[in-house]
């Protein structure tokens, strides 16, 4: 009881509780809170160390930014979500607060997608600046069956490289991408290769417009580092998979390099294997080992999974009326 009374001391404080609000909705650095509570950056601090110690959100550093968002396990993350669903979904400042957050993720996106347009005929050469590709792929064919993928979702498909590799044996590719401007690459690139059952669409990797169980296989690749929610992407991709399809998820390992974010867009340095673990659990899949491709100076991993029969994804989002769409 001790413990209980604890908790909710943590959270019985007016900044306090729109801070657990804000972090439902995604992680958020501690910049990007001060600038929606219009505080000083001391003052909420001192308040997500308070939420943390109590165990109502959990602190994840990348280099030099923290993270912030709602606590993943324990009875505190089970608390802290029962008290984002009880604040009234028409409270004035509540409403105020996810305007502005909503405004910084359109921020992002917008910033994601001027990289992309400008970014989008070098785009592989960007790439073999990391990691060589060669070595990604011959792994992700190793992880296929011999018969091949099925028939396959590309989801962030970019220049189409995915479908390149992966097409020829897939009786039906599909890839998915929100950037116009890297689609139109990926399609001179797909005629090029005469990969004619194969073809790109524009679509939002959080609401696939493709009815559930409809893939064998699901790859996204280099995609979730880009990402605000990577669990959503993950769970909506296991939502179009069949029992049994296979999903892989290609991204870095944790690293140091800031330069990535603001040169490159990147809005996470990497994912632990654990992390991912744990999302694929919440979305009805079940991994498989982790294939670690070292490079100079990162290292790529391959996190393979399988979506269960008769388990539906969780969504990682208390169920706040207010919840705004993706950007």
């Known amino acids: 009881m001790d413990d209980l009374l604890a908790t909710l001391k943590a959270a019985a404080e007016p900044t306090r509780l729109r801070l657990l609000a804000l972090c439902a909705h995604g992680e958020l650095t501690v910049s990007e809170l001060t600038h929606i509570l219009g505080q000083s950056q001391p003052r909420v601090s001192r308040h997500l160390k308070l939420l943390c110690d109590a165990r109502l959100l959990d602190r994840f550093r990348e280099g030099t930014f923290a993270f912030f968002r709602l606590a993943e396990r324990g009875p505190s993350a089970e608390l802290a979500r029962v008290l984002v669903d009880a604040i009234p979904a028409d409270d004035p400042t509540l409403a105020l607060d996810l305007e502005r957050l909503e405004a910084i993720k359109r921020g992002r996106s917008e910033a994601a997608s001027a990289y992309f ?85 524009q679509a939002d990797m959080y609401q696939l417009p493709f009815p559930s169980a409809s893939f064998d296989t699901a790859v996204v690749h280099q ?31 944790p690293h140091g390099l800031e330069a990535l974010r603001a ?25 498989g080992p982790v294939v670690h491709l070292p490079g100079d100076p990162l290292t790529v991993s391959i996190w393979p999974a399988v979506r269960l029969a008769g388990r539906a994804a969780v969504s990682s989002t208390p169920s706040l009326s207010m919840t705004g769409a993706h950007s």
């Open 117 to 201: 347009r400008d970014n989008a005929q070098r785009w592989h050469e960007i790439r073999s600046l990391h990691v060589p590709e060669r070595e990604v792929e011959e792994a992700l064919l190793r992880l296929l069956p011999d018969s091949g993928p099925g028939e396959l979702l590309d989801i962030g498909t970019g220049t189409g490289r995915m479908l390149e590799v992966l097409g020829p044996k897939s009786p039906r590719a599909v890839g998915v991408d929100q950037s116009r401007e890297m689609l139109a690459v990926a399609r001179s690139n797909l005629e090029a290769a005469g990969l004619r059952h194969c073809h790109v669409r």
């Open 223 to 253: 995609v979730l580092h880009f990402s605000e929610d990577p669990a959503d992407v993950l769970g909506e991709a296991a939502r179009v998979l069949r029992p049994g399809g296979r999903l892989l998820i290609v991204d870095f390992a």
């Open 263 to 287: 040169e490159h867009a990147h809005r996470r340095l990497g994912f632990a294997d654990d992390e991912v673990a744990a999302w694929c659990r919440q979305a009805g899949l079940e991994c």
